[in-house]
């Protein structure tokens, strides 16, 4: 599968545990995005680089969180001190240069995470 | 602020039915709007863009600035379509894409 590949698929923790997830884009891509999911809600956006680059972050991304793409390739997300809050899907997208025109976000199958 | 809004969850319709899919974007520039789909165990993916003017199967979506709307249309519903529609909008070019909440179609034979 050359999609964009994300790890692991499900996630269960319990409050108050750090928990990483990993999102390898499609090769090539240099955006690579970070979004959230909840039941019956759109997805959130919570980051994104440019390569190695992170351009923007969403005001809702507190400090427990942080995103990295050391390498310009992979992606990691950490969400430290996990609340009951952030179960969520949280899904990786990335696209080959800027969306619009005749680029577009290819989404991975997301990572299901339940804090208990 | 940035927002897309879809107002209906759920929209059951019957096979051979019209389908109209609903999204309002608030005015902020002049972003460009899409619509993604989702079927039952597939990844999202792009249905199409108000840029291309295209016509993906069967639907086809329709950028009012007057009214701020992008409504998803489909003269004549196939089961198959059933899935989730995110309606999104691109404010600034090379930046994020802002989701709707999403509405549910549900085609019954």
């Known amino acids: 599968d050359t999609g964009v590949s994300q790890d692991p698929r499900h996630k269960i923790t319990k409050r108050g545990q750090n928990v990483t997830f990993r999102c390898d884009p499609i090769s090539e891509h240099n955006r690579l995005y970070w979004y959230r999911q909840t039941l019956g809600q759109g997805p959130e956006f919570l980051t994104y680089?440019?390569?190695?680059?992170?351009?923007?972050k969403s005001r809702l991304l507190s400090d427990r969180f942080s995103a990295e793409r050391p390498k310009g390739s992979f992606s990691t997300l950490e969400i430290q001190r996990t609340e009951q809050g952030d179960s969520a899907m949280y899904l990786c997208?990335?696209?080959?240069?800027?969306?619009?025109?005749?680029?577009?976000?290819?989404f991975g199958s997301g990572t299901q995470l339940s804090v208990l | 602020a940035q927002r897309v809004t879809q107002p209906e969850k759920l929209l059951s319709v019957f096979k051979g039915a019209p389908v109209e899919l609903k999204c309002n974007y608030s005015?902020?520039?002049?972003?460009?709007l899409f619509w993604y789909v989702q079927y039952s165990r597939q990844r999202l993916q792009l249905l199409l863009r108000?840029?291309s003017r295209e016509s993906i199967k069967g639907f086809t979506a329709d950028l009012n600035k007057g009214e701020t709307s992008f409504h998803l249309k489909k003269p004549f519903a196939q089961e198959e379509d059933s899935a989730m529609y995110y309606c999104?909008?691109?404010?600034?070019?090379?930046?994020?894409?802002?989701f709707g909440q999403g509405t549910e179609l549900s085609v019954k034979p």
């Open positions: 108000h840029i």
């Open positions: 997208a990335s696209s080959p240069g800027l969306i619009g025109h005749n680029e577009k976000l290819f």
């Open positions: 999104a909008a691109l404010y600034n070019q090379g930046g994020k894409l802002i």
């Open positions: 005015y902020s520039g002049s972003p460009e």
């Open positions: 680089f440019q390569n190695e680059a992170q351009l923007e």
